[in-house]
Nanobody
Framework: QVQLVESGGRLVQAGGSLRLSCAAS????????MGWFRQAPGKEREFVAA????????RYADSVKGRFTISRDNGKNTVYLQMNSLLPEDTAVYYCAGARAMGVMTSLNQYDYWGQGTQVTVSS
């Protein structure tokens, strides 16, 4: 069992930056693929970024490519999402997710564990 706790969400102006963190419990974190998803009001949860177990492979949604960076520190059981050049349309609850897999996972149904989410609000 893995528990995920996100942090770092807050109100920020457009053009600003934020770094989200996701702390994972358990000794098997390094064997999990990790991802970030987001859900805006009235919309479905959508893929943002994913990283494989070692951090050697990443994948991004087109809407965030070049602005967001996913990374992980297996020694700290933590995955990060660095968000730069934020836009009002990035406003959403951001969720961290873990999958019992080694590769890069981009679909919601590939993930086994979810955090409670952290709110990111970007003002124009």
């Amino acid at each position: 069992q893995v528990q995920l706790v996100e942090s770092g969400g807050r109100l920020v102006q457009a053009g600003g930056s934020l770094r989200l963190s996701c702390a994972a419990s358990g000794r098997t974190f390094s064997s999990y693929a990790m991802g970030w998803f987001r859900q805006a009001p009235g919309k479905e949860r959508e893929f943002v970024a994913a990283i494989n177990w070692s951090g050697s492979m990443t994948r991004y949604a087109d809407s965030v490519k070049g602005r967001f960076t996913i990374s992980r520190d297996n020694g700290k059981n933590t995955v990060y999402l660095q968000m730069n050049s934020l836009l009002p349309e990035d406003t959403a609850v951001y969720y961290c997710a873990g999958a019992r897999a080694m590769g890069v996972m981009t679909s919601l149904n590939q993930y086994d564990y979810w955090g409670q989410g952290t709110q990111v609000t970007v003002s124009s």
